[in-house]
């Protein structure tokens, strides 16, 4: 295969419907890089061939194309990786999917996301608290994430609550402090979900 950076935006976008997985991720990064919103339909076709699989394991294929649609952020690609998510996702898939989803900020919808906050996988739980607020999930439910056993879902839990305007009681040390001033300083601390897994300001392990 040519050097991809060489290769021009059709060129590039068109290697998508032969790709190999040992390909696919130089692939994906250069059409991240160069912000090609004309690949969100390939990348889409990309993930229906492997309908079906990454049943025990993501494939690289279905890492790629998730990732490279929450890099892209356009209303396209947003709306693509929404509808991936709502349609059959496979297990193995779920926490990468939902770090895209939480990079992005998708609003999902209540019957999604609450199930996925008591999810086996650390960082697919903590991506769903990220998601927690659009998909209008009540506070309640939020609260018991302050008292989860791992440390960045409790902090995710406390971020999320106070950017609803509800910060933990009792001087939780995973919330935010009172004196940090208010519903502004929380919307800069929302927590989003990075490449390689859980927001880097939850110091948390993605794995």
Same mark, same amino acid.
């Given at each position: ?79 693509? /990786? @929404?509808?991936? #998510?709502?349609?059959?996702? $496979? ?5 990468? *999917?939902?770090?895209? &989803?939480? =990079? ?37 439910? /939020? @609260?018991?994430? #302050?008292?989860?056993?791992? $440390? ?5 839990? *406390?971020?999320?609550? &106070?950017? =609803? ?43």
């Amino acid at each position: 295969m040519p050097q991809v950076d060489t290769l021009d935006d059709e060129t590039l976008i068109a290697l998508l419907g032969e790709v190999g997985p040992s390909e696919v991720r130089g692939i994906c990064s250069e059409i991240a890089a160069r912000s090609l919103e004309g690949a969100v339909l390939a990348l889409e076709a990309l993930w229906r061939r492997f309908t079906g699989f990454g049943i025990e394991k993501p494939l690289a294929e279905q890492i790629a194309v998730l990732e490279t649609l929450a890099q892209l952020d356009s209303p396209e690609a947003r709306a693509t /990786l @929404r509808r991936i #998510l709502l349609r059959n996702l $496979p297990a193995s898939t779920f926490p990468v *999917a939902l770090q895209a &989803a939480a =990079r992005t900020g998708l609003a999902l919808p209540t019957w999604f996301v609450a199930p996925l906050l008591d999810h086996a996988d650390a960082a697919a739980r903590c991506s769903a608290f990220a998601l927690a607020d659009k998909a209008r999930i009540p506070a309640e439910r /939020l @609260r018991i994430g #302050l008292f989860h056993r791992t $440390p960045e879902i409790r902090r995710t839990a *406390a971020i999320v609550l &106070a950017h =609803r305007g509800n910060p933990p009681h009792g001087g939780d040390r995973a919330g935010p402090s009172r004196r940090s001033g208010g519903k502004e300083d929380a919307a800069r601390r929302t927590p989003t979900v990075s490449r390689g897994g859980v927001d880097p300001r939850l110091g948390g392990n993605p794995g």
